[in-house]
Every structure is written in C-alpha cells, then in structure tokens.
Nanobody, 123 residues
Framework: QVQLIESGGGLVQAGNSLRLSCAAS????????MGWFRQAPGKEREFVAS????????NYADSVRGRFTISRDNAKNTVYLQMNSLRLEDTAVYYC????????????????WGQGTQVTVAS
C-alpha cells in the first residue's frame, strides 16, 4: 500500500513557474507507476503526466507537453511536476496518483490518490 501527499500549490502569475511535489510512503512504492492529474470546477479529472518508476519513461498530455516536466527521486520516494509558462487554464486542483501495474492516462486505473493541491494562475 502507498500513501501520497502533494505539496507546492499556490497562487502564481501567468508565465511563471511552480513545482509540485508528491511524497510517497510504503515499501512497495518502487514498483508503482506515478501520475499527475488535475480537475477544474465543472470539469472531469484529466491526465497531466506520468512516469514509470522502474524505467524512467514519461508521458504527457498534449496541453502541457513542452511546459511541464515530471521527474522522480527514488531515494526520497518523491515525484515532482515542474510547471513552467503557466496559463490561466492550468488553474485546477492537482492530484498525485500511484498505479500498481502501469503508468497510463486513465484515472480509473490508479490505485492510490493524494488529497490534492490547489494551483491558481492569475493575470
């Protein structure tokens, strides 16, 4: 089992950057794929980025590719989401998730979720 805690959200001006962190606990963490999702009011939860902890492979939604970077620090059991060139439409609650068998784009496939951290982009 895995427990996840997100941090790093806040208020930022458009064009600036934020780095989100997801700290994981549990001795099986190294075998889990990790993903970032986000949800804005009135919209469905959407995929943002994912990473394969065992292979270092990554995947990104088209809306964030080239602006966001997902990375990991296995020694700290932590996954990061570096968000650059933030836009107003990036405003959402961002969630970290862990998948026992994959690292795909479907939220329903992930087994564990954090509580979320709010990111608000203002002009």
């Amino acid at each position: 089992q895995v427990q996840l805690i997100e941090s790093g959200g806040g208020l930022v001006q458009a064009g600036n950057s934020l780095r989100l962190s997801c700290a994981a606990s549990g001795r099986t963490f190294s075998n889990y794929g990790m993903g970032w999702f986000r949800q804005a009011p009135g919209k469905e939860r959407e995929f943002v980025a994912s990473i394969n902890w065992s292979g270092g492979r990554t995947n990104y939604a088209d809306s964030v590719r080239g602006r966001f970077t997902i990375s990991r620090d296995n020694a700290k059991n932590t996954v990061y989401l570096q968000m650059n060139s933030l836009r107003l439409e990036d405003t959402a609650v961002y969630y970290c998730a862990a998948d026992r068998v994959g690292w795909g784009q479907m939220a329903s496939k992930y087994d564990y979720w954090g509580q979320g951290t709010q990111v608000t982009v203002a002009s």
